[in-house]
Structures are given as structure tokens and as C-alpha cells.
């Protein structure tokens, strides 16, 4: 992908957070599929439904790229504690940065099994993060790659099934954007039972087209 490719996903990201998602099945009878397939690039419609959620986006070419991202996000927030455990990550941000303390972290970073594109959601599992960081850290950063994007759940499914050839981890989550409730007198709470905020970073690791 070059960068004309990463202004025109950009541009078009931008075009779709502008204009509210419409009632995709009014006047269902019941009796039609309501399935609605794919109509636009699965990246910008993993980032339409996402930030929909309350998610936060950012896509990058490549991994330095992300890091400069991080980076600056950290920057801009101050965090300077960060829980991550994922080795390939540990290099994206200064070792005096990283804490062991989950329960004291600014944010803590993950990586994923894939992305719906469908429902705006991440799938977890106890094997890319383990149980406890996408939950107990105030901030969720979850980083993925354009080829961990699948368009439905049913994709999601069959790609975990062909990953690890029927031995699933312990634990599959699929979560859809950051922790909310409405339980307390109807009103919408965010950061009950997770992460008041999740961020996701979509790094392109797919070959440019020709």
C-alpha cells in the first residue's frame, strides 16, 4: 500500500464518520434475509461501525509509523505507565514506560485475534493479551493488522477454528467497543465493567495492489 493508498482509506474513513448509518432493514417483513453484505472497503467499515461504538481509530502503513502514533498519544495524555506483555509490541514505546502493575497502568496494549468489520468489534483471547488487560486497564490499545480483518463473525469463527486447528484458547471475547451500561435509572454509563476507552491500531501489512 503507498501513500495515496493511505490518504484515499483515510479520505473515505472521513467521508463515512460524517453521515449517520441509516435503519439498515426498515419495514423488515420478517420473511426477507436482513443480511446485509459488504457495500465498501472492510477497512472503513470496521472504523464507521467502530468509532460508532465510541471507539478511537488510527490506521498506519507500517510499524514505525504506529509507534510515532503511540508515541504521541502517550505524549498527549501523559501516560507513562503502560502493561504490556506482548513482546513484539515492547519495542514501540520506552522500556522505562512499562509497568507490571495492571491495576495502576495508564492504558495497557494488545494484540487480537481479528476485527469484524461487520459489528465494529475486537476478538480477544486469553492467548493475545491474556484475560486481565483488556478489561482491568482504565485504557484499551489494541493493535491489529488489515490482514486480521474479517467482514462477519461467522469469518471470525472459522478463522479461529483454522488458527488453532480445533485446540481453541480457554477464552474468546468479542469486544464491542468500551465497557457501558444503561442499568442505573436508563442512563448510559461508560467504564463499569472494562475500559472506559478503546483504541484500535490498524497496521497494513497486505501487499500494495497492482
Sequence with gaps: ?????????LKNIRLALTHSTPM??????????????LQQDVV???AEQF?????????ALNMEELSA????????????KIYCHDEKFLSLFPPDFRTDDIVNCDASITG????????????????????????????????AYTSQL?????????????????DLPSLITFATGPSRTA??????????????EVYCFLVDDLPAAV
Design 69 to 80: 502514533q503511540l508515541q504521541g498519544l502517550m505524549k498527549e495524555h501523559g501516560w507513562t
Design 150 to 166: 474479517v467482514y462477519d463473525i461467522n469469518e471470525a469463527l472459522t478463522a479461529l477454528k483454522q488458527k488453532y486447528k480445533g
Design 112 to 143: 487480537c485475534e481479528s476485527l469484524v468489520a461487520r459489528t465494529g468489534s475486537i476478538v480477544l483471547s486469553s492467548l493475545t493479551g491474556g484475560r486481565i488487560p483488556s478489561v482491568y486497564a482504565p485504557i484499551h490499545l489494541c493493535i
Design 51 to 59: 468509532t460508532q461504538l465510541q471507539g478511537k481509530f488510527s490506521f
Design 1 to 9: 500500500m503507498t501513500g495515496t493508498d493511505k490518504n484515499n482509506i
Design 24 to 37: 439498515p432493514f426498515p419495514g423488515s417483513d420478517r420473511v426477507t434475509d436482513v443480511y446485509q453484505h
Design 183 to 196: 442499568d442505573i435509572e436508563k442512563t448510559l454509563v461508560v467504564g463499569v465493567h472494562g475500559p472506559k
Design 44 to 46: 472503513v467499515e470496521f
